[in-house]
């Protein structure tokens, strides 16, 4: 079995065979969901994935702008995500950039819509709308790197070529450093997640993550103060949906004011918050805004948490 190292990581591999999964030569659409990006930006995306051996095909509109940061209108968005989940040759989707706007798509977006057409999609921090909405359907996606981040390091990064085994079916097992605050136990569930601030405004809707029955939720986020994040965790248990959560990962949390509300950083914060309940959480786990510390997590498959005083794992299961 072949194990790689990075930081306070250990990463193992089990491949699973799905349909879902690509093989050299396949089809990959890039489009534009969320905010207006660039030429550049996307040709080094598309660079990369040709290099790994995927054929890329650029939406209509994924270099549109409408004057406002969007990538286009709300159906023009649309358009190009519909176009790539209905045409058979394209076998996955990879988002160019977040930013904002992917929420819009939802509204104009039914759950059978996404169940009569699974395919992976590829994205985080604004993506998140898009990944909860595919495992509300039941199907899985990737939160991990966009066109920026694959041109940036060209693929070659430790990340960038985790993505790409996930991408073949081959999942990671993930080995992370024991953190002081974590909460030790071991559960069973489908992972969901990504952008706190975006599943947080999806509650109550047909695409709340929450609503799933036994759940590993994890959670990042960037520039997103202390008392909001408290106020969104806050929002969650009086929803009363905590209980499908059978175990939290924490990610990185970035670019906010610190110390506030009497705490000196956010997982001090969190800590207070989630060890009160009898799940495990894991701190400091790999994932967030900050390209080489946001290794990709399959969202809407099933996996094992185990916390203990001498690390973490999270396995997927086969």
Avoid at 23 to 33: E, N, R, V, Y
Avoid at 95 to 118: E, F, M, W
Avoid at 235 to 255: A, D, H, S, T, Y
Wanted: charged share 20%.
């Amino acid at each position: 079995m072949k194990k790689g190292c990075l930081l306070l990581l250990v990463l193992c591999w089990v491949e699973v065979v799905s349909a879902q999964f690509l093989h050299s030569g396949d089809t990959i659409a890039i489009i534009s969901p969320s905010s207006a990006t660039d030429t550049t930006t996307i040709n080094g995306g598309v660079r990369t994935l040709e290099k790994w051996g995927y054929r890329c095909v650029v939406g209509r509109n994924a270099l549109n702008d409408d004057g406002h940061g969007f990538a286009g209108t709300i159906d023009e968005r649309l358009s190009d995500l519909l176009w790539a989940l209905r045409e058979p040759s394209v076998k996955a989707v990879v988002c160019s950039r977040g930013g904002d706007g992917a929420a819009h798509l939802l509204g104009r977006l039914s759950l059978d819509t996404l169940r009569r057409y699974p395919k992976l999609i590829v994205g985080f921090s604004d993506v998140t709308a898009l990944l909860c909405a595919e495992a509300r359907a039941g199907n899985r996606g990737i939160h991990g790197s966009m066109c920026h981040a694959l041109k940036t390091y060209e693929g070659n990064d430790t990340v960038s070529q985790t993505l790409r085994r996930m991408l073949e079916g081959e999942l990671p097992e993930y080995r992370v450093a024991p953190h002081p605050l974590n909460v030790e136990g071991k559960a069973e569930g489908i992972v969901v997640g990504g952008n706190l601030s975006v599943y947080n405004d999806l509650a109550g809707s047909d695409f709340d993550p929450l609503l799933l029955p036994g759940i590993i939720l994890f959670m990042e986020d960037t520039g997103e103060g202390m008392s909001k994040v408290d106020r969104m965790l806050h929002n969650m248990e009086i929803r009363g949906l905590l209980p499908n959560v059978r175990g939290i990962i924490v990610g990185q949390f970035n670019k906010y004011n610190h110390p506030e509300n009497g705490f000196d950083d956010m997982y001090a914060m969190l800590h207070e918050y989630v060890r009160h309940y009898d799940i495990p959480v894991c701190f400091d786990f790999p994932v967030g805004h900050a390209h080489l510390r946001n290794f990709p997590l399959m969202t809407g498959a099933r996996a094992v948490l185990n916390v203990t005083s001498e690390g973490v794992t999270l396995r997927y299961n086969k």
